[in-house]
């Protein structure tokens, strides 16, 4: 008889501590605070801290909406949970948050209204800078008596040398910098002329010319 009652009371023991664990809510890996409102302010904080970056896990989120203009919108891998715009108070929502970027935002103003953090590892990559546009120039030219007028333009901003030639005499020269330039050549009697431009930017070289002739 005592036998029975020893296994009897194993056995009530045995399912009390079954009944106690099915009970226990299964642990988080932390507890998060979201808030909206009542002005134009949403946050999501741990210990009073804005969340950046978190461990993947089960969180659980207590949200406290204040505005009945405001809500807030969690979404991300495997999450998408929002409370309504027109409704306010708390509720708490559990949510297991993976690999990735997540994003919270009122909806009703989601280009002020938004942030973001990342849960475990996501992958970096750097933007491939772009590369400049190709480097060309042009020039013209025009004669007024004997003073030579010569606007040069460049696809980028550049550096210019520009020379006035006659024959293989140089009779003027002259340097600027930017994506346009005019320059002002004197030109020392009548004939044919030559403008010659050098444009220079970011190690790229390139070349104009612009025929004058001056009477």
Not at 28 to 37: I, K, N, S, Y
Not at 140 to 150: C, D, P
């Amino acid at each position: 008889m005592k036998k029975t009652i020893g296994v009897t009371l194993m056995l009530l023991c045995a399912g009390l501590v079954a009944a106690v664990s099915a009970a226990r809510p299964a642990s988080t890996a932390g507890t998060l605070d979201a808030t909206v409102g009542p002005g134009f302010t949403i946050a999501l904080t741990q210990n009073g801290t804005r969340v950046t970056h978190l461990d993947p896990g089960e969180y659980t989120i207590d949200v406290d909406d204040q505005s009945a203009e405001h809500n807030f919108h969690l979404s991300g891998p495997g999450v998408d949970q929002a409370t309504a715009v027109e409704d306010t108070g708390t509720t708490t929502w559990t949510v297991t948050f993976q690999n990735g970027t997540y994003t919270y935002q009122c909806d009703a103003h989601a280009t002020t209204m938004h942030g973001s953090f990342t849960v475990g590892d996501v992958p970096t990559t750097t933007p491939a800078t772009p590369k400049p546009a190709p480097l060309t120039a042009h020039a013209t030219a025009r004669a007024t008596g004997r003073l030579v007028s010569l606007r040069v333009t460049a696809s980028r901003a550049a550096t210019f040398t520009v020379s006035l030639v006659r024959g293989k005499t140089t009779v003027a020269r002259r340097t600027a910098k930017g994506t346009t330039a005019t320059f002002k050549l004197k030109a020392p009697k009548a004939g044919r002329y030559v403008a010659k431009v050098v444009a220079t930017a970011g190690g790229s070289t390139v070349r104009a010319t612009a025929s004058v002739t001056v009477k």
